[in-house]
């Protein structure tokens, strides 16, 4: 990567770290309520402001809204759940639309089952931790993003596994609302499973429309 890209660029990603980090393990500390939701908001945000100073084009500014809404849920979703969640459905809308634009050409009929399992079997899932039928509309924006996300050109092993991440962390947290208890297992994952998420769509979407960039230059 150019010296000017590594100075103007990566502090954004080192920013998103940092933040996740310090917001997961203060998360239980005493710390002041209203800094910790603007410290969790943070991780995302940066994310967001990678993907507007590396990003090329209409897709660029699309993923920039992705991550800047999911990271108003983040923060919104301290307050008020179903706040949160209509933040992370238009998220997940203006996902599938950049998905949406960027289709795989080549498809197997295994990958084909897989988006279709993602598409609908994310709404069920929702529905049964849940029991709830507004969890499981969300949960079909969701798997939509999930299953676009792993059709879509880009890379599955960081967009697509991204996606899928963002998807469990999801389960875990809905799981907190039904029959079903997981002990302490949804506090501990639900975040690194999200973030890491977050981070693997925003740095895989940017770096192959830059290296789509490059290669129309040439």
């Given amino acids: 990567m150019p010296k000017r890209a590594l100075v103007n660029h990566r502090p954004w990603l080192l920013a998103a770290l940092i933040a996740a980090v310090a917001f997961y393990f203060l998360r239980d500390a005493p710390f002041p309520e209203a800094w910790l939701i603007l410290v969790k908001g943070a991780a995302v945000a940066a994310l967001a402001a990678y993907a507007y100073r590396r990003g090329v084009g209409n897709d660029s500014l699309i993923l920039t809204l992705v991550m800047a809404l999911s990271a ?3 923060m919104a979703i301290e307050l008020s759940l179903e706040a949160g969640g209509f933040a992370f459905f238009l998220s997940h809308l203006a996902a599938i639309s950049l998905y949406l634009r960027h289709p795989r050409h080549h498809v197997t009929g295994s990958q084909k089952a897989l988006a279709v399992a993602l598409l609908l079997g994310t709404p069920l899932i929702c529905w049964f931790l849940a029991r709830d039928y507004g969890v499981a509309l969300y949960g079909l924006s969701l798997g939509g993003m999930a299953s676009t996300a792993w059709m879509s050109r880009f890379p599955r092993y960081r967009v697509g596994l991204g996606a899928v991440m963002f998807v469990i962390s999801d389960f875990l947290i809905f799981s907190r609302l ?3 208890d997981l002990g302490d297992l ?3 994952l639900i975040w690194p499973l999200y973030f890491i998420g977050q981070f693997l769509i925003a740095t895989g979407v940017t770096q192959v ?4 960039l490059a290669e129309e230059d040439e």
């Fill in 209 to 212: 429309l830059r290296h789509e």
């Fill in 178 to 180: 039904g029959p079903i």
């Fill in 72 to 74: 108003a849920g983040d």
């Fill in 186 to 188: 949804p506090h501990y």
